[in-house]
């Protein structure tokens, strides 16, 4: 969050220099508004997947998936899943991976 911030303050301070004003596409400070506290959407840190074969018993035939390969091993990630959890922290192949949305 810090770097983030940072980097916001650096890239509108380069701008404001630049131009000479805010940025067209800039939100004033004062309208930017936090609705939900710092770590309110938990991510998902051990996911548990099934075969396609059974989870066409609870997922939609159309549902949206983010799909990951690596050396042969797939995963199929629900994107509506991820619309409420946002992140799965996973392990795959011996790497950690995060899956974001």
């Known amino acids: 969050m810090f770097l ?7 890239l509108a ?3 404001a220099a630049i131009g000479g004003a805010q940025a067209a596409w800039a939100s004033p400070a ?3 508004v936090t609705v ?4 309110a959407i ?3 840190d051990a996911p548990r997947f099934v075969p396609a074969r059974e989870a066409q018993k609870f997922m939609a035939a159309d549902e949206m998936v983010i799909g990951l390969e690596m050396e042969g091993e797939a995963r199929a990630y629900s994107v509506p899943l991820l619309s409420t ?9 011996g790497r950690d991976i995060a899956v974001t949305w």
């Open 30 to 32: 004062e309208e930017i």
């Open 13 to 15: 301070g380069t701008l």
């Open 4 to 10: 983030r911030l940072a980097v916001w303050s650096l």
């Open 36 to 39: 939900l506290p710092r770590d």
């Open 42 to 44: 938990p991510s998902i």
């Open 85 to 93: 959890h946002e992140i799965v922290n996973d392990r795959l192949r």
